[in-house]
């Protein structure tokens, strides 16, 4: 083992304390947030949000260009390369802005011509101006896997936008709540890292320099502009469909889902990407380093999955009463469909590493094919609605949703597994007995329902039984992976 390995080791650690720190200060802060808002404000306020935000995710895209990972990948990175894109960012943003503020008005035909969207959408697309400004601030910090800092301004912005939202919420300003709250901390967070970061860019740009990213650049890009069609073309045919009332349910219940398991796919890839890029040219250490990193990922990602599907009626009454009850079932089928982007994302990261973005475009183009056909066979569905169940429809859409995903999930693993010069049985195994346990924990917790009737009562038993009995299965099977994990989470976390 050469030298550098405990270091790189080291450095990862550091990386995934702090990634973690950010992602659990950041659920905090959401939780709480959300469910004040969620208990105040009305339905519908969602649903407006959420159409708005499908279009500010695709502006956002263009915005970056997939430069960010193209900064990151290069192992060699210029004050002209960071300034170049810096620039380009912003350049983007301000037009795309523009463009959109006058869009408004269609933007509202697309749902129902809903007329509330058109001041709401051209306050929001505000967020994507003050996230241009800090993108490539926040790209040298994971370069240099170094985001401590990036942890203070999530957390800083977060808190200040979640404190002005629920002020505005309790002083009946409705739907601006939210509006303000993206707005506030996206600009606080820009301005906290320009501070911070201690870096001053060069008042140049160079088409050179922005010219050598465009082969992993523009694969990223196509990639994401895939993945944004995937994210958000289920938002988009609920509220063409069934209208903003529907899309409220949906939006919550994407929220809450999206919360654990982007936090997840955010940790794991800014843990894991810069490390496998050092060992993109040691075959030997990248495939050793794939199986610890699929290890790793299925440990923490089933458990956490699968308890959550096995509490969530528990929670949703706990936290909301029956207000949002149409929005559990819609919640457990996404956590199901999270577990494979999850798992995509991470043997994404294989690929990205050795630069063979194309094979990422291509995965993703099989994803959302299989995306799109199921949405196609099940759109007669989404408006369809029962006697107390408004959303029954989008529940069918979800079910299609989550066999296109385990379709997906099939061939990136076979795709990313001969990339990293093992096989594809290889990589099922690694995640495999992980599973085994998460199913036995969900089938024991799922009983309790009968004996409580408390919901808090009954979220305390199930999470603290499941995590009771995963550490002592994986402890009499003595997990390398439990050992590892609890390690640096005594230890790590005290440096």
Known sequence: MSDGIPEMKLRVARTV???????????????????????????????????????????????????????????????????????FNVGMAVVIYIGLYFAAPLIATLFQNDLRLIPVSRVIFLTFIFNATAIVQANRLVKQMNVRLITVANSLSLFAGSVLAVWMSLNGYGVWSLVWQSVSQSALKSL????????VPLFKASYKSLRTFFSVGFGMMGSSFLNTVFKNIYAFAIGNRAGINSLSYYTQADKWSTMGISSLSAIFTQSFLPALSEYQDEPRKFASATAKMNRTTSYLLFPFCGVLIATAAAIFHFLFEHKWDD??????????????TVLCGVYNNYILALGRTKLIVVSEIIRDAAAIIALIITWGYIAIEKPGDITYGIGIMLWGQVIASFITWGITLWMSAKLSFRTWWQFVADSVPYLVITVIIFLI????????????LLVICQSGAGVIIYLFINFL??????????????????K
């Open 17 to 87: 304390k702090w990634n973690v720190i950010d992602k659990f200060l950041s659920m905090i802060l959401y939780s709480v947030t959300g469910i004040i808002l969620a208990r105040v404000l009305p339905n519908s306020d969602f649903g407006l949000i959420g159409a708005a935000l499908i279009f500010s995710a695709f502006a956002s895209l263009f915005i970056d260009s997939g430069f960010s990972s193209a900064l990151i990948q290069k192992k060699e990175v210029t004050d002209l390369d960071y300034s170049t894109v810096l620039w």
């Open 192 to 199: 906290i890292l320009w501070i911070g970061c201690g870096w």
């Open 327 to 340: 929005s559990i079932y819609l919640f457990q089928l996404l956590l199901i469909r999270g577990i494979f």
């Open 445 to 456: 917790i799922s009983l309790f329902p009968l004996y409580i009737t408390t919901p808090l």
């Open 477 to 494: 099977l003595k997990s390398k992976i439990q050992q590892d994990v609890l390690f640096f989470v005594f230890n790590r976390m005290q």
